[in-house]
């Protein structure tokens, strides 16, 4: 009797655990059947989220990271639980409503990602009215098939919709009193996953995550929409500050300014110019790894090429912009500030005040100039030049502009040059000493009017005996047909542009007194895969190798990065052969130009972020705006926090530490300098008195 009592219990007891089995079976499949809008929607929404992460951040880590993916689920659920508020019948049109928000935010920061490698701002809604004058290389360069993939989710919206309403589905869950239910239910669940969230963020995120200077990380820790909620509140927040935050900003860059203890340079450069006239070349997306390159035995820049070998070169140079590009490497080049953490400096921040090299040596007596067959209120520099310090801007008004003498965004770079020269000789012969800038056009994104270039073969040539036993060239297409290869037709053109423009300056006697300076203000903004054909080209197949191929070289992301350096040099008629003449090999960036080229021209900027190349020498670093660094001994990414060596020295924590601490340091400085209009006296003394 026992026996059968016990068996019995134990039969009762299985049976009632699988009850409640049967019952949560039941339960969620109950909640799965109720709720498939809503799932459906979180679902096509987290996964366009993921994707997005693994089209941008080519990596396993990335695009499966559950922090990711927990932080997107939050804040979808959070959307979709005001949706069980409406009624069933039109439920589906919040939540495809949002969907197509969702999916128009992926979309977007994918094709923004392709072309900046960073992720999209609110702040940048600012240039939307630049598109139409880069239209065509947003179409052929930023717009891919990858950036349609993301409508799935709307389209798979409307799949379910349609299939739900052709079954009266809406009607069989249209219980009033259940709406609220769902949705406190949904929130609540949504809290509890916040909280874990919370519970597993580290420091350095939150530090990351408050500052957003370094966009992929954030993304890569906290998701895209969280992101981009946070980006919103980033970008207003500088409006606030500007109120609010002075007096923190204006402490801090006093501490900043009493620690630099920076003085005017004294070494052998200090003065060797002073004096003399000056030509600066802004090149449009010219590389350093352009120089010495070649095709065929034929050098895609000869000119660039000589002018390095003659003059002063600076063959570790880089030029630290950020969304502004080109706009970002002016106001570096100028000021030795670098972009703004939200925006840009020439178009969110165009009535700050600012030091530029013009204004400098505009009180040195010389008259200073910028050239640019662009329209003149392109990034905002109508305004921006004359802020700089420049007293008159050649633009586009100013040029025989015609279709036949254009390229890509406007007048081509030699018929620019030409023109340039009768100005330059009516300035020389009515100013004792002038500085001028000339902004180059032609090598611009998307490189595609490769008839214009001229005839510069990027194919691979080979002589071969062939089967009558005489010699016989055969050609591969190679770079042919390709953006790489377009790119260095494109360069090619621009470099003789160059060079047929420093002929006319020989020729017209205007380099007699004077200096030239060239400067890469970007790279060409080609993607790393761009490359592989490049160095690893199977000849026999016309394609690229494989990876398993023993003769595979691999092009790793540290190797693009430091790989996306651009050329600068210093450069006169007279200097080849003398001590001047040679490369300076430290790492150079592009806010070290200002100071250094002050102590060669005896002008001096007390507030430069930059320093002295021939001061500072192997010291140097050079701080990123996304957070990265990189030093003669190391490359320092902060997205994955973690180094790369350049050097056999010894590298300690200590020393990570403390550069991180200083390109940090430096960023927010630098941001605050021109959100609060630190170098404004009058505003600053106003405010002092208060």
């Known amino acids: 009797m026992k026996k059968f009592k016990n068996a019995f219990k134990k039969w009762k007891n299985n049976f009632i655990k699988r009850m409640a089995i049967i019952k949560r079976d039941h339960l969620v499949k109950e909640y799965f059947k109720n709720n498939i809008l809503f799932l459906t929607f979180v679902g096509t929404s987290v996964f366009n989220s993921t994707m997005l992460r693994f089209f941008c951040m080519h990596s396993i880590e990335n695009y499966l990271s559950w922090k990711a993916i927990l932080a997107d689920t939050i804040v979808v659920m959070f959307i979709g639980a005001f949706g069980y508020l409406i009624k069933p019948k039109n439920r589906f049109i919040y939540y495809f409503g949002f969907s197509v928000f969702l999916t128009a935010i992926c979309t977007i920061n994918s094709a923004y990602y392709t072309f900046y490698t960073s992720f999209a ?48 589905y809406y009607k069989k869950i249209d219980i009033k009193s259940e709406r609220r239910k769902k949705t406190l239910g949904t929130l609540s669940g949504s809290t509890a996953l916040l909280i874990i969230f919370l519970l597993t963020l580290t420091s350095l995120d939150i530090s990351r995550f408050l500052k957003q200077w370094n966009k992929e990380y954030v993304v890569m820790r906290f998701g895209i929409y969280v992101y981009q909620v946070n980006d919103v509140i980033t970008s207003i927040q500088p409006k606030i500050n500007s109120m609010f935050g002075f007096d923190k900003a204006k402490k801090e860059f006093n501490n900043y300014l009493a620690q630099k203890q ?81 925006g840009t400096a020439f178009v969110s921040y165009s009535d700050r005040t600012y030091i530029g090299i013009p204004t400098l040596l505009k009180e040195k007596g010389y008259y200073t100039f910028s050239m640019h067959a662009n329209n003149a209120d392109f990034w905002n520099r109508r305004k921006m030049h004359m802020n700089l310090g420049y007293e008159k801007f050649y633009s586009k008004s100013d040029y025989e502009v015609t279709k036949e003498n254009s390229i890509g965004l406007g007048l081509s770079d030699k018929e620019f040059f030409r023109q340039s020269v009768d100005k330059l000789i009516e300035i020389n012969a009515t100013h004792e000493k002038w500085y001028g800038l000339l902004i180059m056009l032609s090598n611009h994104t998307p490189f595609s009017e490769v008839e214009k270039y001229g005839e ?55 380099l007699d007194n004077t200096i030239f300076v060239l400067y890469g203000d ?43 350096k651009v050329p600068f040099l210093i450069w006169t008629n007279t200097m080849a052969g003398t001590k001047y003449n040679f490369t300076n090999t430290n790492v150079m960036g592009m806010y070290d130009v200002a100071p250094t ?17 021939y001061t500072i020498k192997d010291s140097n670093i050079v701080v990123f705006p996304n957070g990265n660094w990189v030093t003669n001994k190391i490359y320092y990414n902060s997205q994955k926090v973690e180094y790369l060596p350049l050097s056999e020295e010894p590298i300690t924590e200590e020393e990570i530490d403390s550069n991180t601490e200083y390109t940090n340091k430096i960023l927010e400085i630098s941001n605050d300098i021109i959100v609060f209009d630190l170098l404004n006296k009058e505003k600053n003394d106003g405010m002092e008195g208060d």
């Open 121 to 168: 701002s609110i702040s940048m809604l600012s240039l939307t009215q630049y598109i139409g004058d880069v239209g065509d290389a947003v179409v052929e360069n930023v717009l891919q098939i990858k950036d349609l993939f993301y409508t799935i989710g709307p389209i798979i919206m409307i799949f379910v919709h349609l299939k739900l309403k052709k079954k009266n």
């Open 262 to 342: 920076d003085t005017k340079p004294q070494n052998e450069y200090t003065n060797i110019f002073e004096g003399k006239n000056v030509i600066v070349i802004h090149a449009e997306s010219m590389m350093t790894n352009l120089i010495g390159l070649e095709f065929n035995g034929q050098e895609v820049t000869p000119n660039l090429n000589k002018l390095s070998r003659e003059g002063m070169y600076f063959s570790n140079f880089y030029s630290q912009v950020s969304v502004g590009t080109s706009s970002d490497s002016e106001l570096t080049y100028n000021t030795s500030l670098m972009p703004t953490k939200s």
């Open 456 to 510: 510069f073969p990027v194919d691979m040539k080979e002589t071969i005996i062939n089967e009558e036993g005489y010699e016989e060239e055969i050609s591969y297409p190679y770079m042919e047909g390709t953006k790489l290869g377009n790119y260095y037709k494109s360069a090619h053109y621009a470099d003789e542009a160059l060079g047929e423009f420093i002929t006319a300056l020989q020729e017209n006697g205007l």
């Open 522 to 564: 970007h790279d060409a903004r080609l993607p790393r895969k761009d490359y592989n054909r490049q160095y690893n080209y199977d000849k026999e197949l016309d394609d690229t190798l494989d990876k398993e191929d023993p003769n595979y070289k691999e092009y790793d992301s540290y190797q693009y990065e430091l790989g996306r």
């Open 597 to 613: 080229l002050g102590n060669m021209l005896g002008f001096y900027n007390p507030y430069t972020l930059g320093h002295d190349i």
